[in-house]
């Protein structure tokens, strides 16, 4: 079957900088995806990796390694609006995307 | 950028009756659209997809027949649920991919749909 796990909740300091990981076994791989989601709102697309290696935009950054069939989301220079799920997505053989249960992520001053 | 809307941001309604949710892309012709339910503290659950002007392809475990599905044009795919129940209240997310990008789907604002 295919599955996606990453974890439930992470709590960190404002400022500081934290690591989300993402691990997934899925029927093909078209692409790994990372989605911002704030409460009652629908996610934004934040990072797209199809290569191994890291990608950085601003603040954030995504890595690659399709190999170990793992992926991990950069977050740094915490600010307090970064309090979101963060989900992690993987495009399958069929490009459909494959959701992850997110990860809660609480910043804390 | 790619820029999807959907209308009711919410709704109420009473059981047994049927609610209409749009979904429509403003500056893009969306080939594919996707329709997501997700339930409280839980990640997104795709239900259909419907391309432009063929019939929707449902998730298992989706009844075609209470989730209607209708993409008539490139820019317009709506979702109506019928002879609703409190069970099927939820908040339900539209995306929208181009034939273009075909990697990338813009999701819409999402519906809250509350039945009583």
């Known amino acids: 079957g295919q599955n996606i796990d990453q974890p439930t909740e992470m709590t960190a300091t404002e400022g500081a900088i934290v690591q989300i990981n993402c691990t997934y076994q899925?029927?093909?791989?078209?692409?790994l995806f990372w989605y911002q989601q704030h409460a009652g709102e629908a996610p934004t697309f934040l990072s797209y990796?199809?290569l191994d290696g890291l990608e950085e935009k601003g603040r954030f950054s995504s890595f690659l390694s399709r190999s170990k069939g793992y992926s991990y989301l950069l977050l740094k220079e915490l600010q307090m609006k970064d309090s979101a799920s963060y989900l992690c997505a993987v495009m399958d053989s069929n490009y459909q995307l494959i959701w992850g249960a997110g990860t809660k992520l609480i910043i804390k001053p | 950028g790619a820029v999807v809307s959907q209308h009711p941001s919410w709704v109420i309604c009473k059981s047994g009756t049927s609610v209409k949710i749009e979904c429509r892309s403003l500056d893009f012709q969306a080939t594919t659209m996707f329709w997501y339910r997700q339930f409280p503290k839980q990640s997104l659950m795709l239900m259909a997809t419907?391309?432009?002007?063929?019939?929707?392809?449902?998730e298992q475990g989706v009844e075609k027949d209470k989730f209607l599905i209708n993409h008539a044009s490139l820019t317009l795919s709506t979702l109506t649920v019928t002879s609703a129940h409190p069970e099927d209240s939820s908040f339900y997310i539209c995306?929208?991919?181009?034939?273009?990008?075909?990697?990338?789907?813009?999701f819409g604002p999402g519906t809250r749909l509350t039945v009583t």
């Open positions: 995306s929208a991919r181009s034939g273009r990008d075909f990697y990338e789907q813009y």
């Open positions: 990796n199809v």
């Open positions: 419907s391309n432009e002007g063929s019939k929707a392809t449902y």
């Open positions: 899925t029927s093909g791989f078209n692409g």
